[in-house]
Nanobody
């Protein structure tokens, strides 16, 4: 099993910033994570992709966060970060880290999710 531990959520005023962190760990050596990313789910809404980053360094962003959010990764430490700026109340949601992981002894990638971290933006 792979554990994804998120941190960095909280309450922030509109226009503020937060930085989310996600660290992956497993009992077997992790060979590669591709991609690693963040989704979010607001009350009454479907879970949506926010940002993801591939081992190549390429990134995808939801249109609603382009220019405000930046995803980065530390491949050596199996970690990813989401820097969020110019937050607004519409960004309020539970943010989930997700990773496609290839471990030693496994032929395929497996997808894992973190428990989620709450981000609340007050107006």
């Amino acid at each position: 099993q792979v554990q994804l531990v998120e941190s960095g959520g909280g309450l922030v005023q509109s226009g503020g910033s937060l930085r989310l962190s996600c660290a992956a760990s497993a009992s077997e050596p992790i060979l590669i994570i591709n991609p690693m990313g963040w989704y979010r789910q607001a009350p009454g809404k479907q879970r949506e992709m926010v940002a993801r980053i591939f081992t190549s360094g390429s990134t995808d962003y939801a249109d609603s966060v382009k220019g405000r959010f930046t995803i980065t990764r530390d491949s050596a430490n199996n970690a990813a970060y989401l820097q969020m700026r110019s937050l607004n109340p519409e960004d309020t949601a539970v943010y989930y880290c997700t990773a496609n992981v290839r471990r030693l002894g496994y032929d395929n990638y497996q997808n894992f999710w973190g428990q989620g971290t709450q981000v609340t933006v007050s107006s």
